[in-house]
Structure formats: structure tokens, C-alpha cells
């Protein structure tokens, strides 16, 4: 949504007004929109690291098919990620990225696939269950 928009238009107005921006230069202008936005601007496989700003171009995934499912609910950003750190500040679920990075170098589609996930997406849930069914206090009315 917002990041690949934002993206879009940093490139857009590159191009419209001649600005010459490298790849870099449009990164650094990027972060300060948004932490995945740098990310946005490029095309394939990257390994994104610190807040997202950190990019590192990987090997293509094999030739595939991708279905990409959006819910029909929107949250913030934001609270996903201060709900994902946990309340001690690690991280409830990481990604396997080593092993990740191994299927990308062999190309082993089936292997890629084996790691996909969203970490996200239990946080994701529970939050949106949270926003569409508050906890009442109790005595209180709906």
C-alpha cells in the first residue's frame, strides 16, 4: 500500500523532473518516508535488514507462480511490530534466514517454499480480533 506508493512517486519524480538520483540516493530519501519503502524501489529478491534500510541483493527465486492474499482489514503498522517485539523486547518468532538463504543459492523451489511464512500474521489476527471484539469492562454495555 503506502510504502510501494511512496516509492512509486520518489522514482516518478526522478524521472519527471530529471533529477538523476542514483539507486543509493533514492534509498536514503526513501527510509526517511518510511522503513520498507527502499525495499519498494527495487525489483527481486533482497534480504532487508535493520529497520529495512539495510538491502542485499539475492539470488531470483525459480521461475513460480505467487498468490498474494490481503485481508480486508488494514492495521498499523506500527503496533504489529511493538506487539511482535513482545513485552521484553525479543522478538516472539523470527524467520529461518540462513536456511532461507541456502534454498535461494540452490534454487530448490520446494525447499523456498518450506520457509515461506508471514511472522506477522499471528499478531496480525489477535489484533484485529482485539479492534473488532474490545474487551469490555465488566458491567459495562456494548
Known amino acids: 500500500g ?3 506508493d511512496a516509492a512509486a512517486v520518489l522514482k516518478g519524480l526522478n524521472l519527471l523532473f530529471s533529477l538523476s538520483l542514483k539507486e543509493k540516493e533514492l534509498e536514503k530519501r526513501a527510509v526517511q518516508l518510511g522503513a520498507d519503502v527502499p525495499f519498494c524501489l527495487h525489483r ?9 534500510e539495510k538491502l542485499t541483493k539475492l539470488p531470483s527465486l525459480p521461475p513460480c507462480c505467487m498468490i498474494l492474499v490481503k485481508p480486508r482489514f488494514s492495521l ?13 523486547g525479543s522478538m516472539l518468532s523470527h524467520p529461518d534466514v540462513e536456511s532461507i ?13 518450506s520457509y515461506g511464512g508471514n511472522v506477522l500474521e499471528a499478531v496480525s489476527i489477535l489484533e484485529n480480533v482485539q479492534l473488532s471484539f474490545p474487551i469490555q469492562e465488566e458491567g459495562s454495555c456494548l
Open 76 to 88: 498499523s503498522t506500527k503496533v504489529i511490530y511493538e506487539e511482535l517485539d513482545g513485552k521484553d
Open 44 to 52: 527481486g529478491t533482497y534480504l532487508a535488514e535493520g529497520i529495512g
Open 2 to 4: 503506502g510504502s510501494t
Open 101 to 113: 538463504l541456502h534454498a535461494l543459492d540452490t534454487g530448490d523451489l520446494k525447499e523456498i517454499c
